[in-house]
């Protein structure tokens, strides 16, 4: 695929690419429209497709003649059919802001999950526990999520709020996963040795049950933002991994987000240990660990995901499902149409059930898959399936 070639350092850790311009974004960052912190993480990187999926329009060369410092021999370009699809979504809901009540929504979540927690300094208990668990992964689905995105302002610290680490989950999420879905660059694609995700995975005998055990291996996923990103801040390389590694224009924001971790763990850890009440707050971890892992598996892990399209454009469709409609998007944040969100991140979830059935007729056009799943057991089964086939010893001569 043409977008993993330009990650690393080939550029300096102050400059981005975009086409075949190289430009100056320490500079520029104060400037930018959507604040210097998203377009800081993107320092040394190419960014013609970031550019193209979040604005959705030609990059504007001749106003950023102040920035230009250089040019690169071997240019992304971007997607033809991405440009096409955007005119058509853009007549359909403009620029995509986020409706009333969908700014309704992310803010009663916020409160609640507040009052829910002042709540448990006085008395913690195991439904209390649950449900703030809960409320965080809806915050983390509904609220963060389209913030770090840029669909939706200001929330976007609430990544730190709930656990892990702002920082930490643009990088992963926004930097990595969405650009380089499915690729060696994908943290999410990446399960060895716990799980066997795609056929170049190495085997080994446990995942011959991996089918059996993820759904358990998911209560564990909340430790791992939870503990793991204050490791990874530190570090500054998602999964301790020199690949993943953060750029350098980020560090300005590195201590405010060792600080909410430290908060989050005097919060959620230390007030529970004094109160003799750890277990409860484990729950918390436990209940939204597993709703996020469960419905973030579903999307890209299917039997007939398709990781080897040759453009940018197909391999987001052929790499991500959608499942169910409206309803389930209003409760996960459009998670549900991942396709949707793949090709279109800034435009706010309470957008996708208008904009799924113009991308639908458009991706089927263009003879690239496009797979809806009508029910969460049907995309569940088709999870299982897939990794009981790659769980499979892989024969000799494959
Ligand atoms: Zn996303």
């Known amino acids: 695929m043409c977008v993993a070639k330009k990650i690393g350092p080939a550029i300096g850790s102050e400059m981005v690419a975009v086409e075949d311009k190289v430009y100056d974004v320490s500079k520029f960052r104060s400037a930018h429209p959507g604040g210097p912190m998203f377009v800081s993480m993107f320092g040394g990187r190419d960014a013609t497709l970031a550019f193209q999926t979040y604005h959705g329009r030609p990059f504007p060369h001749d106003k950023m003649k102040e920035y230009l410092v250089g040019?690169?021999?071997?240019?992304?370009?971007?997607?033809?059919?991405?440009?096409?699809?955007?005119v058509k979504v853009r007549a359909a809901v403009g620029a995509g802001r986020p409706s009333l009540a969908q700014k309704i929504k992310a803010v009663t979540l916020v409160?609640?999950?507040?009052?829910?927690?002042?709540?448990?300094?006085?008395?913690?208990?195991?439904?209390k526990s649950c449900v703030l668990g809960l409320l965080f992964a809806l915050i983390g689905l509904n609220v963060q999520h389209d913030s770090n995105h840029g669909a939706m302002r200001y929330g976007g610290w609430t990544q730190s709020w709930i656990g892990g680490s702002q920082l930490m989950w643009i990088q992963e999420h926004v930097v990595l996963h969405h650009l380089h879905t499915g690729t060696a660059m994908d943290p999410d694609a990446q399960g060895v040795p716990v799980l066997r995700l795609n056929a170049d995975d190495p085997w080994f005998p446990w995942v011959r049950f991996q089918h059996w055990y993820i759904l358990i291996l998911e209560m564990g996923y909340g430790a791992i933002p939870l503990f793991g990103s204050f490791f990874e801040v530190l570090a500054w390389q998602h999964k301790l991994q020199k690949k993943y590694q953060l750029s350098e224009l980020a560090k300005p924001w590195r201590l405010q987000n060792l600080a909410m971790s430290l908060l989050f763990y005097a919060r959620l850890i230390v007030i529970p240990?004094?109160?003799?009440?750890?277990?409860?707050?484990?729950?918390?971890?436990?209940?939204?660990?597993?709703?996020l892992a469960f419905f973030f598996f579903l999307s890209h892990n299917f039997t007939e995901a398709d990781f080897t399209q040759n453009t940018f454009f197909k391999q987001q469709v052929a790499?991500?499902?959608?499942?169910?409609?409206?309803?389930?998007?209003?409760?996960?944040?459009?998670?549900?149409?991942?396709?949707?969100?793949?090709?279109?991140?800034?435009?706010?979830?309470?957008?996708y059930p208008t904009i799924a059935p113009i991308v639908k007729s458009f991706v089927t056009a263009k003879g690239v898959p496009y797979v809806h799943f009508p029910t969460v057991s049907a995309n569940l089964k088709s999870v299982f399936a897939g990794l009981e086939k790659f769980g499979l010893p892989p024969k000799k001569d494959d």
């Open 71 to 86: 040019s690169v021999d071997d240019p992304v370009a971007p997607d033809p059919d991405l440009a096409e699809l955007q």
């Open 273 to 291: 240990y004094f109160q003799g009440e750890l277990r409860k707050a484990i729950a918390t971890f436990a209940v939204g660990g597993f709703y």
């Open 111 to 127: 409160v609640s999950a507040v009052l829910l927690e002042l709540s448990c300094l006085w008395s913690r208990n195991w439904l």
């Open 319 to 351: 790499a991500s499902s959608n499942v169910g409609g409206s309803w389930l998007s209003w409760i996960n944040g459009g998670l549900n149409y991942q396709i949707e969100h793949h090709l279109f991140p800034r435009i706010a979830h309470s957008h």
